[in-house]
């Protein structure tokens, strides 16, 4: 199979559902078994082993739910051709089963042998694929975490150097535009530090993702320094439709008065202009999408 047609194949995975409602299973589940892959493991991954390592990737980077479901996505990527398993004849996979079910019956899942053998063959192939899943699903912020928690090196051979990463596609004037409306200071801490005239550590980070369909506008952005982006995009506090910020209540540890619960229930510095304030769908977004745990009182 042709390089593009194998990524376009990875890239045509519905993995979102309506409005941007999340649905991070499938692609998880894909970076679980291509970090096999990159470890020489092509054999057949036993449900067993994959659903404790799913449930907590789910757990940390996908949506707040009530039941996780890492089942779902172990039958249902047979339906993209992108997986099977040790003992075919036991499932339809047009049908849901239970996580007894698949773990009594020690059903195993893989990639294809063909789609396996060339990842395999091809490092340069894997890590375009892994790229793939990762942009369309996740923020940049939380790209080495979960590469990290997949056991994921994306490193690349400084010998090859056909091999050089793409720069990856960025619109400047987002950026721009949001630290702008904000001032060039972090909306929660008020953060602007500079190096001569340079900015450092300034980010404009989306409030829908840009995955999620958000887009590039003022009111779907939020100027943060890069510790506040990250924790906001990791679902450690959001801002509401007052643009009052609220903190999980499952934080805690050193560093979490500092970082967040000292703003905690306080506005937001607002943008210079009222036309640029959040929009309450967006923020709305976040809360459903991204946000973890309660609410603790104001
Ligand atoms: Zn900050």
Excluded at 63 to 74: E, G
Excluded at 96 to 106: G, T
């Amino acid at each position: 199979m042709p390089h593009n047609d194998l990524l376009s194949q990875f890239q045509n995975i519905n993995t979102w559902k309506s409005k941007g409602i999340r649905a991070p299973h499938k692609p998880l589940l894909m970076l679980l078994a291509l970090g096999e892959i990159q470890r020489g493991n092509t054999g057949f991954i036993p449900y067993a082993s994959i659903e404790p390592k799913l449930k907590e990737l789910l757990l940390d980077f996908g949506p707040q739910r009530k039941t996780l479901y890492p089942n779902f996505p172990f039958t249902k990527l047979a339906n993209d051709n992108l997986w099977q398993f040790n003992r075919p004849e036991l499932l339809d996979t047009k049908q849901d089963y239970s996580s007894n079910f698949l773990l009594k019956n020690d059903l195993q899942g893989k990639f294809p042998d063909e789609i396996t053998q060339q990842l395999k063959q091809d490092p340069e192939l894997l890590r375009s694929v892994v790229e793939t899943i990762l942009e369309q699903n996740f923020p940049e912020t939380l790209h080495q975490d979960i590469l990290d928690a997949v056991g994921i090196d994306l490193t690349i051979d400084p010998l090859n150097s056909s091999n050089m990463r793409q720069a990856r596609k960025r619109d400047p004037l987002f950026r721009e535009s949001i630290l702008k409306a904000y001032e060039y200071r972090c909306a929660v801490c008020g953060f602007g530090v500079r190096l001569k005239h340079k900015i450092l550590a300034l980010e404009a980070a989306h409030i829908m993702w840009h995955q999620a369909g958000g887009p590039d506008v003022e009111v779907n952005g939020l100027a943060l320094c890069a510790t506040h982006h990250k924790l906001f995009d990791l679902g450690a506090f959001t801002v509401n439709a007052d643009l009052k910020m609220l903190v999980s209540d499952e934080i805690n540890g050193l560093g979490a008065t500092e970082w967040l619960l000292q703003h905690h229930g306080k506005s937001i510095q607002p943008p210079q202009k009222k036309a640029f304030y959040p929009n309450p769908e967006y923020t709305a977004w976040h809360v459903h999408e991204v946000f973890k745990g309660g609410y603790r009182d104001i």
